[in-house]
């Protein structure tokens, strides 16, 4: 049984938008966490686009900011990932994680090795 499943990847033109969706189990909301969008392209490192807190902090790498939100539904145990003004550098295969956290941490690492829940991915395309 898988703690997180992506989806809503796809193709899109330079410019497009897109939505990531990310189903997470009870095991994750159990205790307080930090979740977080990752990307991987062929040859390339693993690279941590966004993170968000169980109190809603989110953190961005910089080439992203101002293009990407991450948001999530507690009710529906569901991460998001808005992607608008995508660029041909975004391509890449994207990943939703998970770790968790004392109550009274406020910030979420963007360092992949923090990480031990992943799903599967879903694959992004942007061409131009």
């Known amino acids: 049984q898988e703690q997180l499943v992506e989806s809503g990847g796809g193709s899109v033109q330079a410019g497009g938008s897109l939505r990531l969706s990310c189903a997470a189990s009870r095991v994750i909301y159990s205790r307080s966490y930090c979740m977080g969008w990752f990307r991987q392209s062929p040859g390339k490192e693993r690279e941590g686009v966004a993170s968000i807190g169980s109190d809603g902090t989110t953190s961005y790498v910089d080439s992203v900011k101002g293009r990407f939100t991450i948001s999530q539904d507690n009710a529906e145990s569901t991460l998001y990932l808005q992607m608008d003004s995508l660029r041909p550098e975004d391509t890449a295969m994207y990943y939703c994680?998970?770790?968790?956290?004392?109550?009274?941490?406020?910030?979420?690492?963007?360092?992949?090795?923090?990480?031990?829940?992943w799903g599967q991915g879903t694959q992004v395309t942007v061409s131009s």
């Open positions: 994680a998970a770790y968790h956290v004392a109550w009274w941490s406020r910030l979420c690492t963007l360092e992949s090795s923090r990480y031990p829940y």
